[in-house]
């Protein structure tokens, strides 16, 4: 391609065999070579070489590539040596195929800068002009004219005419006495080793030779190589990949789970299991010295009318880093619980993700690689080297398939839910192990009837049809059975057989099978995003903005590829001119502001350049990452507690005492603010001697309505004094109230949430937008403890007391105070007996149950209300109980998950029939209403339905006994109801809904309200 040097230009255009061509196309294809890197094309496709004139002469400008012949520009020294012209055309070609990023632009004027420096001529600084900064790294700092060998750690490997050389070059020159080692400035006395003329890193571990039969590392202390014999395994070969010698493994096993949920082994065992809480698909089972530690969990979503979703969340665990992929955040994964882009990858690409068709990729420098679709098809591949040293879902990989259902406790079973069960790693809300759940045989005649007119799973078998070719390469009798199975419990194809269908053409052409097209507007319909279409087979690696494509797989994968022009920039295609900026091995989007350190925002600008400056959270405190994003702690929501026979705990955290009776305002917005108003009120019980005053009534005053929830009704809720069973939705989802473990929560859609157990515990959580404009009990939401005491007049109440007593909403007579007689001071003796670990001391035990949960919630005032109240009741063991109970719900409110603590002696709670006892339950998300409801995402112990059962607002009992839910508003079977001023009446029919008629009251009757219900 260079030509043939013989001193005429004419002559350059020679093929191989010597003929002239005068079609550069055919000039540079007549010198292709063969390469690894696969996928190559001889031209530009689409019309990404042609410039059109408005660019031209946009691009011609001095500011842009115009800069390179300004005769005044940075660049005019250079200009009588080294003709500007034919860079500035190149300059010009290259911002029109990229659409004018500011990479390209810099990436020309670094070619010339370059070429004139090479020729020994200085340029200005070209840089700051044209908005290219170069980033330099620690200890070092940028300059237009610095040494082109500068002082390394290898300095044998310099050649004595670039170490003597005086030409300049654009480069980073680390601060003086300090020397490069791979591009980081480092004191000479931290310098690594050199080994037949390479150089290493102190600790770095190394092959001495070509065949892998030297293993060496660096020693730190003598800072020499250090070598001893060794060798690659059975299973394994010493070649290089991507540029890194290694032992590499022969031949890899994989293991599968796709659908609902179907497992296949790494030895080739089949089965079934729909388990919902996280299990642990594939890991090391103890630490080894030669494998590196790995775990890969699984969860699946949650039952939904009795039939179990499909996977819903991956976790891969390696290298101390946690990479989560969800069906919740399609296109996106999260690192240490904080939401990124793709591609990423991390020290020295140990961990590479990126995204290829429709799978999340995830690779390890030691051969694992797990790839999931954000929906339901899960698969984990292991060197073979892990042989042997599998533990999971996925088997032992030892050869047999006859062992692979073996448990943690080593023993091999035939049951499933048993099996699965033992490799349960964690609970969620709800999660259990379910049986296999059946298809009907209605169901199962109308599948099978679909599937002699074509329309479903035979597609796989067809001789003649898409998948045709693959049947002597892929066995399609499994996946039909899968796909049998799966649309048949799930009636929607979504659901059911597509994600089986799609298993078997990832197979197909993973097996290097050609297939026809099989999905269509109608079935198995893929949505792209905007600027794509579907293609059977894509290369969405490649064409992904921030990716290296000689690291992308060069198989054929269904997806959505980007039309010419545009690359996939996190999870949309975007103009090529906008991709973003890739900053420590993360990809983020043009114009994201982002936070890689707790002191440092950064924002990416266009042409993926990336701009950094300082920043702290206002008050110095380190942030937090919540849902995958950094924020400061002022913008986190704020709690405050109303908890046991007399303590409270404000937005700022100020614990005090009240022992009045009264009715309080907890918390109500300032008047006049821009907020959206709100009053939380509670009703004290009067206090019986021997006994504590409890939470009677708990009342949320909120875009118009008053709704009230009482002590031990936690079946109904008062809306507007008319009683309401719950779940109940108010104003299309404004208001949701529903029942939580063994309380009931109060959501709304500003962010406020009241949570009340129905006994003595209420907390309120508001969003840090009502920070300065609340005011109650729970004090004035500052950030400052110190006067939290403040009146509605803005001043401080001298004490708790006073405080108490100006907050009370004056609705019956009550006391302020605890007469002595009721309320007598607890002795040091009965504190020393109250305080050990079988009475309150529990709460505050660092290796208890409740441990996990001390740094987020302070125990402090939970084992002091809880030693008053034990102490007022002559130690209660019902009320010990509640105590604790209070500080298990402000855990698991918080996300904390706690130990087990209740046993049959001690705190047993009493689930009615059809349930049992959970610390994880998901009573929310089980009820009669369905999923009408948002639920929380964190656990509440309580009494979890059985399988079948669902929560009705009293107890467990089969779906089909449920009534009826309507406009937000749940009914019981049978009901009789009245609306419109008793002018309808309408009856709860199982199955059927409301039927409702006309209706009027009797002369001797008249329509009012009477203990919550409407009628004549």
């Given at each position: 391609?260079?030509?043939?040097?013989?001193?005429?230009?004419?002559?350059?255009?020679?093929?191989?065999?010597?003929?002239?061509?005068?079609?550069?196309?055919?000039?540079?294809?007549?010198?292709?070579?063969?390469?690894?890197?696969?996928?190559?094309?001889?031209?530009?496709?689409?019309?990404?070489?042609?410039?059109?004139?408005?660019?031209?002469?946009?691009?011609?400008?001095?500011?842009?590539?115009?800069?390179?012949?300004?005769?005044?520009?940075?660049?005019?020294?250079?200009?009588?040596?080294?003709?500007?012209?034919?860079?500035?055309?190149?300059?010009?070609?290259?911002?029109?195929?990229?659409?004018?990023?500011?990479?390209?632009?810099?990436?020309?004027?670094?070619?010339?800068?370059?070429?004139?420096?090479?020729?020994?001529?200085?340029?200005?600084?070209?840089?700051?002009?044209?908005?290219?900064?170069?980033?330099?790294?620690?200890?070092?700092?940028?300059?237009?004219?610095?040494?082109?060998?500068?002082?390394?750690?290898?300095?044998?490997?310099?050649?004595?005419?670039?170490?003597?050389?005086?030409?300049?070059?654009?480069?980073?020159?680390?601060?003086?006495?300090?020397?490069?080692?791979?591009?980081?400035?480092?004191?000479?006395?931290?310098?690594?080793?050199?080994?037949?003329?390479?150089?290493?890193?102190?600790?770095?571990?190394?092959?001495?030779?070509?065949?892998?039969?030297?293993?060496?590392?660096?020693?730190?202390?003598?800072?020499?190589?250090?070598?001893?014999?060794?060798?690659?395994?059975?299973?394994?070969?010493?070649?290089?990949?991507?540029?890194?010698?290694?032992?590499?493994?022969?031949?890899?096993?994989?293991?599968?789970?796709?659908?609902?949920?179907?497992?296949?082994?790494?030895?080739?065992?089949?089965?079934?299991?729909?388990?919902?809480?996280?299990?642990?698909?594939?890991?090391?089972?103890?630490?080894?010295?030669?494998?590196?530690?790995?775990?890969?969990?699984?969860?699946?979503?949650?039952?939904?009318?009795?039939?179990?979703?499909?996977?819903?969340?991956?976790?891969?665990?390696?290298?101390?880093?946690?990479?989560?992929?969800?069906?919740?955040?399609?296109?996106?994964?999260?690192?240490?619980?904080?939401?990124?882009?793709?591609?990423?990858?991390?020290?020295?690409?140990?961990?590479?993700?990126?995204?290829?068709?429709?799978?999340?990729?995830?690779?390890?420098?030691?051969?694992?690689?797990?790839?999931?679709?954000?929906?339901?098809?899960?698969?984990?591949?292991?060197?073979?080297?892990?042989?042997?040293?599998?533990?999971?879902?996925?088997?032992?990989?030892?050869?047999?398939?006859?062992?692979?259902?073996?448990?943690?406790?080593?023993?091999?079973?035939?049951?499933?839910?048993?099996?699965?069960?033992?490799?349960?790693?964690?609970?969620?809300?709800?999660?259990?192990?379910?049986?296999?759940?059946?298809?009907?045989?209605?169901?199962?005649?109308?599948?099978?009837?679909?599937?002699?007119?074509?329309?479903?799973?035979?597609?796989?078998?067809?001789?003649?049809?898409?998948?045709?070719?693959?049947?002597?390469?892929?066995?399609?009798?499994?996946?039909?059975?899968?796909?049998?199975?799966?649309?048949?419990?799930?009636?929607?194809?979504?659901?059911?057989?597509?994600?089986?269908?799609?298993?078997?053409?990832?197979?197909?052409?993973?097996?290097?099978?050609?297939?026809?097209?099989?999905?269509?507007?109608?079935?198995?319909?893929?949505?792209?995003?905007?600027?794509?279409?579907?293609?059977?087979?894509?290369?969405?690696?490649?064409?992904?903005?921030?990716?290296?494509?000689?690291?992308?797989?060069?198989?054929?994968?269904?997806?959505?590829?980007?039309?010419?022009?545009?690359?996939?920039?996190?999870?949309?295609?975007?103009?090529?001119?906008?991709?973003?900026?890739?900053?420590?091995?993360?990809?983020?989007?043009?114009?994201?502001?982002?936070?890689?350190?707790?002191?440092?925002?950064?924002?990416?600008?266009?042409?993926?350049?990336?701009?950094?400056?300082?920043?702290?959270?206002?008050?110095?405190?380190?942030?937090?990452?919540?849902?995958?994003?950094?924020?400061?702690?002022?913008?986190?929501?704020?709690?405050?507690?109303?908890?046991?026979?007399?303590?409270?705990?404000?937005?700022?955290?100020?614990?005090?005492?009240?022992?009045?009776?009264?009715?309080?305002?907890?918390?109500?917005?300032?008047?006049?603010?821009?907020?959206?108003?709100?009053?939380?009120?509670?009703?004290?019980?009067?206090?019986?001697?021997?006994?504590?005053?409890?939470?009677?009534?708990?009342?949320?005053?909120?875009?118009?309505?008053?709704?009230?929830?009482?002590?031990?009704?936690?079946?109904?809720?008062?809306?507007?004094?008319?009683?309401?069973?719950?779940?109940?939705?108010?104003?299309?989802?404004?208001?949701?109230?529903?029942?939580?473990?063994?309380?009931?929560?109060?959501?709304?859609?500003?962010?406020?949430?009241?949570?009340?157990?129905?006994?003595?515990?209420?907390?309120?959580?508001?969003?840090?937008?009502?920070?300065?404009?609340?005011?109650?009990?729970?004090?004035?939401?500052?950030?400052?403890?110190?006067?939290?005491?403040?009146?509605?007049?803005?001043?401080?109440?001298?004490?708790?007391?006073?405080?108490?007593?100006?907050?009370?909403?004056?609705?019956?007579?009550?006391?302020?105070?605890?007469?002595?007689?009721?309320?007598?001071?607890?002795?040091?003796?009965?504190?020393?007996?109250?305080?050990?670990?079988?009475?309150?001391?529990?709460?505050?035990?660092?290796?208890?149950?409740?441990?996990?949960?001390?740094?987020?919630?302070?125990?402090?005032?939970?084992?002091?209300?809880?030693?008053?109240?034990?102490?007022?009741?002559?130690?209660?063991?019902?009320?010990?109980?509640?105590?604790?109970?209070?500080?298990?719900?402000?855990?698991?409110?918080?996300?904390?998950?706690?130990?087990?603590?209740?046993?049959?002696?001690?705190?047993?709670?009493?689930?009615?029939?059809?349930?049992?006892?959970?610390?994880?339950?998901?009573?929310?998300?089980?009820?009669?209403?369905?999923?009408?409801?948002?639920?929380?995402?964190?656990?509440?112990?309580?009494?979890?339905?059985?399988?079948?059962?669902?929560?009705?607002?009293?107890?467990?009992?089969?779906?089909?006994?449920?009534?009826?839910?309507?406009?937000?508003?749940?009914?019981?079977?049978?009901?009789?109801?009245?609306?419109?001023?008793?002018?309808?009446?309408?009856?709860?029919?199982?199955?059927?809904g409301l039927t409702c008629h006309d209706h009027a009251c009797t002369e001797d009757e008249s329509c009012e309200i009477r203990e919550g219900i409407l009628g004549c």
């Amino acid at each position: 391609m260079c030509g043939n040097n013989n001193g005429d230009p004419q002559d350059e255009a020679l093929t191989p065999d010597g003929k002239q061509v005068w079609d550069i196309v055919e000039l540079g294809r007549s010198w292709k070579v063969t390469s690894e890197s696969g996928h190559c094309q001889d031209t530009c496709v689409g019309d990404c070489g042609r410039c059109r004139w408005q660019q031209v002469l946009v691009y011609k400008a001095e500011t842009w590539c115009g800069m390179l012949s300004q005769h005044s520009g940075p660049f005019r020294s250079c200009h009588g040596t080294v003709s500007p012209n034919i860079y500035v055309k190149n300059c010009i070609y290259d911002l029109c195929a990229s659409e004018g990023r500011l990479d390209a632009l810099c990436h020309a004027l670094q070619i010339y800068a370059d070429d004139c420096q090479e020729e020994g001529i200085s340029v200005s600084d070209w840089r700051t002009a044209a908005g290219c900064p170069l980033t330099c790294p620690p200890n070092s700092t940028y300059s237009t004219c610095g040494l082109a060998c500068p002082p390394t750690c290898n300095v044998p490997a310099v050649s004595s005419s670039c170490a003597t050389a005086t030409t300049c070059t654009d480069t980073c020159v680390c601060h003086e006495g300090l020397v490069l080692e791979a591009n980081t400035c480092v004191p000479p006395s931290e310098s690594g080793c050199i080994f037949q003329g390479l150089f290493h890193g102190l600790g770095e571990e190394f092959w001495g030779d070509l065949t892998c039969t030297q293993r060496c590392v660096c020693d730190t202390e003598q800072r020499q190589a250090v070598c001893r014999d060794s060798g690659c395994g059975t299973e394994e070969e010493c070649r290089v990949e991507k540029g890194i010698q290694d032992c590499y493994p022969k031949i890899f096993g994989v293991c599968t789970a796709v659908g609902a949920t179907h497992y296949e082994t790494f030895d080739g065992k089949r089965f079934i299991f729909q388990g919902t809480c996280v299990y642990l698909l594939v890991g090391l089972c103890e630490d080894t010295q030669n494998l590196v530690g790995f775990q890969v969990l699984v969860q699946n979503g949650h039952q939904s009318d009795n039939l179990m979703s499909s996977i819903a969340v991956v976790t891969v665990k390696v290298y101390n880093k946690t990479i989560s992929i969800s069906r919740e955040h399609p296109g996106k994964i999260m690192i240490d619980e904080q939401l990124v882009n793709l591609p990423y990858h991390y020290s020295e690409r140990k961990i590479v993700i990126y995204r290829d068709g429709q799978d999340a990729v995830v690779e390890t420098n030691f051969g694992l690689v797990v790839t999931y679709d954000w929906y339901s098809h899960v698969t984990a591949m292991v060197p073979s080297g892990f042989a042997n040293a599998m533990c999971g879902l996925c088997g032992n990989y030892n050869g047999a398939a006859s062992d692979d259902m073996m448990m943690r406790n080593n023993q091999v079973t035939s049951d499933t839910d048993a099996f699965g069960s033992s490799w349960k790693v964690t609970d969620v809300p709800g999660c259990g192990e379910r049986s296999t759940v059946e298809c009907s045989s209605t169901v199962a005649l109308s599948r099978l009837q679909q599937e002699v007119s074509g329309m479903g799973c035979e597609i796989i078998l067809e001789a003649d049809g898409p998948f045709g070719a693959c049947h002597g390469h892929v066995d399609a009798h499994q996946y039909f059975q899968s796909c049998m199975h799966d649309s048949c419990l799930f009636p929607d194809q979504e659901e059911g057989m597509c994600p089986i269908i799609a298993r078997y053409a990832t197979a197909c052409q993973a097996a290097g099978v050609s297939i026809g097209r099989w999905r269509t507007d109608n079935f198995c319909y893929i949505p792209c995003p905007s600027n794509s279409s579907y293609e059977l087979c894509s290369h969405t690696c490649q064409h992904t903005c921030g990716t290296d494509s000689t690291t992308c797989p060069r198989r054929c994968r269904e997806g959505c590829v980007c039309q010419d022009g545009f690359m996939l920039s996190g999870d949309e295609c975007v103009p090529m001119s906008h991709c973003g900026c890739s900053h420590h091995g993360v990809y983020y989007k043009e114009g994201e502001t982002f936070y890689p350190t707790e002191q440092e925002m950064c924002q990416c600008l266009s042409g993926g350049t990336v701009e950094c400056q300082n920043t702290s959270c206002p008050n110095g405190g380190p942030g937090k990452v919540i849902d995958g994003v950094f924020q400061c702690p002022s913008q986190v929501s704020s709690t405050c507690v109303a908890t046991g026979d007399c303590t409270y705990i404000t937005f700022d955290g100020m614990v005090f005492n009240i022992t009045g009776t009264c009715s309080y305002v907890l918390t109500q917005t300032c008047t006049g603010d821009n907020l959206t108003s709100f009053i939380v009120t509670i009703q004290k019980e009067a206090r019986q001697k021997g006994k504590v005053s409890r939470i009677q009534a708990l009342s949320v005053e909120v875009y118009g309505v008053i709704l009230t929830l009482k002590q031990g009704k936690g079946a109904d809720v008062m809306v507007d004094s008319i009683s309401h069973h719950l779940p109940t939705i108010l104003r299309e989802g404004q208001v949701q109230v529903y029942p939580h473990g063994t309380g009931v929560l109060l959501r709304t859609d500003f962010g406020l949430v009241v949570h009340y157990d129905l006994v003595q515990h209420v907390m309120i959580t508001v969003p840090q937008i009502y920070m300065g404009h609340l005011r109650g009990l729970c004090g004035n939401y500052n950030g400052q403890r110190s006067d939290d005491f403040q009146l509605s007049s803005g001043q401080l109440a001298p004490d708790a007391t006073a405080f108490g007593s100006a907050w009370k909403t004056m609705d019956t007579p009550c006391n302020d105070t605890c007469p002595k007689d009721e309320c007598p001071t607890c002795t040091e003796e009965k504190v020393a007996i109250l305080q050990k670990p079988n009475y309150c001391g529990l709460l505050m035990a660092p290796e208890g149950p409740f441990g996990s949960c001390h740094r987020i919630i302070d125990p402090i005032p939970y084992s002091q209300s809880c030693i008053h109240d034990l102490c007022m009741t002559g130690g209660d063991m019902h009320v010990l109980c509640q105590s604790i109970q209070s500080y298990v719900t402000a855990c698991q409110d918080a996300g904390v998950t706690v130990g087990g603590w209740r046993t049959p002696s001690f705190c047993p709670l009493t689930c009615p029939a059809n349930s049992t006892y959970s610390l994880c339950t998901n009573t929310c998300a089980n009820t009669c209403a369905g999923n009408a409801t948002t639920c929380p995402q964190t656990c509440a112990e309580g009494c979890q339905c059985h399988q079948g059962s669902v929560f009705d607002g009293q107890g467990c009992v089969p779906e089909e006994h449920c009534g009826c839910f309507r406009d937000g508003e749940y009914y019981k079977p049978h009901e009789m109801l009245f609306w419109d001023r008793c002018q309808r009446r309408c009856t709860c029919v199982p199955g059927q809904g409301l039927t409702c008629h006309d209706h009027a009251c009797t002369e001797d009757e008249s329509c009012e309200i009477r203990e919550g219900i409407l009628g004549c």
